[in-house]
């Protein structure tokens, strides 16, 4: 029997790729060039070779148009991502198309992220290296780039699941209050102390430090404007490893510029890779390439992960175990 064809839109690692060309016949993208940004060359590749199942990654415009122009032999697409932004799950659903994704796998290494992105806001780290690469630096201080301890603040998680909750794990190794806002309240084992808040005004007005984990869509579209950010103690500190389009850029230039917010720390953006201009003139705020699950370890797990799910509708015609509809 031939094997199913499998299309991979991104470049993987060797172990992933390996293991596709093993079990299936894999259409590979080796040089990681990425496809039409309107989804058109997927649809139109998926067609060329008569695709069974497509791998996609976060980014790739999988949309309605898209999924509508896949081929009918395409029975799954498994995404190399949690999150299903790209992804137009009713298109797929009304296609008859399995669509899974690879959670519990990356929340360690994007709450590493989050908790490196907090260091930096809080210690300036961005500006010093900076200053040392620039040649510029005449040596130490007493007051030179004095920033704030994360020892004994006040920890706001926004979306308080798997990578809140590792997040929240690390943070009381340094001493932090934990406080977190979310659409329900977690049982008592999960919260470990976490003091929940059901009302945004009063969470936000609580906390020293804000880490958003919210999901994205146009619910939560620019969920930290202006307002909220106006909520926030004058010198917090904010961080966003979530969702880019949960943040108003243009509010948080304004609320950095004025010292409102001390200082941030993104590495999510709204319509990455396109990167709102304001933050480039700022001194006080540390960007990061979506580094997220960028650990060998993670993205690996990630791939197997996918593949899992390939394999179960592909080779033994069984449930994806990560289906999404």
């Not at 929240?168 to 929940?196: D, K, T």
Request: glycine share 10%; charged share 20%; hydrophobic share 45%.
């Amino acid at each position: 029997m031939p094997k199913p064809i499998l299309l991979l839109t991104r470049k993987l690692p060797d172990a992933i790729e390996a293991r596709a060309a093993r079990d299936y016949d894999a259409r590979l993208n080796s040089s990681d060039d990425p496809w039409s940004r309107d989804g058109a060359e997927i649809a139109r590749r998926a067609a060329e070779c008569g695709a069974a199942g497509i791998l996609c990654a976060a980014g790739d415009p999988m949309a309605a148009a898209t999924i509508e122009a896949l081929p009918a032999s395409v029975k799954i697409i498994a995404t190399f991502s949690v999150g299903t932004d790209h992804l137009s799950l009713p298109a797929a659903a009304a296609r008859g198309i399995t669509v899974a994704n690879t959670p519990g796998v990356l929340s360690f290494a994007t709450a590493e992220c989050a908790f490196t992105l907090m260091l930096m806001a809080a210690r300036r780290a961005g500006e010093g290296e900076r200053l040392v690469r620039a040649r510029a630096w005449t040596g130490w201080a007493p007051t030179q780039l004095m920033g704030v301890t994360l020892e004994g603040k006040k920890l706001g998680i926004a979306g308080y699941g798997r990578i809140g909750q590792e997040l929240a794990a690390m943070a009381r190794g340094m001493r932090m209050e934990i406080h977190y806002h979310n659409r329900n309240r977690v049982a008592p084992e999960l919260e470990q102390g976490a003091i929940f808040h059901a009302d945004a005004k009063s969470f936000l007005g609580a906390i020293d430090v804000l880490s958003m984990h919210i999901p994205g869509g146009e619910a939560t579209r620019k969920w930290l404007n202006a307002e909220r950010l106006s909520w926030l103690k004058p010198g917090a500190i904010v961080v966003n490893t979530g969702r880019g389009g949960t943040v108003d850029d243009a509010a948080l230039v304004t609320a950095l510029s004025s010292g409102h917010i001390r200082a941030a720390g993104l590495d999510v953006y709204d319509g990455e890779p396109a990167v709102h201009e304001g933050y480039f003139g700022l001194n006080n705020i540390a960007l990061l390439p979506h580094l997220g699950s960028a650990t060998e370890e993670t993205r690996n797990a990630m791939g197997h992960r996918a593949l899992d799910n390939l394999d179960a509708v592909l080779l033994r015609g069984t449930a994806a175990p990560d289906a999404l509809r």
